[in-house]
């Protein structure tokens, strides 16, 4: 099932501006080249294929993204570039009914795929599921050199991009998680408010939704050690467990905050209308750590189960 952002439908003509072979890891698919450069070759490395044409504005912004993360992946994936008006009677074969539509295959097959020009973050958690980073794609070194951008520096990068490019709507999302890790959650939230449909529902828009509501949660509430304390005391003090929890998953240590929620589900199911439940599905939407939410949802799913 192909998904994603609203498409490019209108015909009004423009001068192309994505260039296809600007590395060994972009080439242009055609109808002679498909069998054995995307479908066989697909059975080494995965094969992203790229539906665009040179009048589709959508495709303009999306086409520079690929080929920027076909050229940083070097070689963990290949990016294969179809214009749909040279290539009408393969655009057909897949029934591609809008532009942009990007499909990946992998060992011949199509896995997966979507439909519009994604953010820079969405396409990033989309090849996670499908690819991974060849050893030695990125220079160490050279990353060490590199200063590590604090959430105030970043917010300050982000208002002037915003302020050069206001039609890129995905640099408010990464403005307003720069924002709520800076600790500005209520500017956080207006920016997240103000992201257009398609953003709104993008998994990190979602998962920081998530991270407010739980910050949110916290206010006039007692410091991490009042509640160890209190824990301590009485180890079924609900409320303390509760929000240690949340204080634990938001601060460095989210396995020990999640423990929290999961002794309450198991010894106190129903206390405070089944809070713990409720805690633990939100957790797991601010998670990003793939492992660590598979692994508690499925202690979870034993308790309840």
Known sequence: MLHGAPTCLGFIH???????AVSPHIFDV????????V???????????????TWCGPCKSLGPLLEKLATEYNGAFRLGKV????????????????????????????????????PEGQLREFLSRHVQPLEGDFEEEELEDLPAESPEQAINRLQQELASNPDRPELKLDLAIALAQ???AAAAEAELNG?????????????????????????STPPMEVLQQ???????????????GARL?????????????????????????????????????????????????????????
Not at 30 to 37: C, I, L, P
């Open 14 to 20: 423009l001068e192309p501006t994505v260039n296809a």
């Open 30 to 37: 055609d109808q002679d080249n498909f069998e054995t450069e």
């Open 39 to 53: 479908l066989q070759a697909s059975l080494k490395t995965p094969v992203l294929v790229d539906f665009w044409a």
């Open 83 to 118: 214009d749909v008006d040279k290539n009408q009677e393969l655009a057909g074969v897949f029934g591609i009914r809008s532009i942009p539509t990007v499909i990946m295959v992998k060992d011949g097959q199509i896995l997966d795929g979507f439909a519009g020009a994604l």
């Open 182 to 184: 800076a600790g500005h």
């Open 195 to 219: 992201l257009p449909a398609n953003l709104a529902t993008d998994s990190r828009a979602v998962r920081l939704r998530s991270q407010l509501d739980l910050a949110r949660s916290l206010e």
């Open 230 to 244: 209190r824990v301590h005391t009485n180890p079924q003090d609900w409320e303390a467990h509760d929000l240690l």
């Open 249 to 305: 998953l938001l601060g460095d240590d989210p396995a020990a905050g999640l423990e929290h929620w999961l002794l309450i589900l198991e010894k106190a199911r129903d206390w405070s209308d089944g809070q713990a439940k409720k805690r633990l599905l939100a957790a797991f939407n601010t998670l990003d750590d793939t492992e660590l939410v598979g692994r508690y949802r499925r202690r979870m799913a034993s308790l309840l189960f």
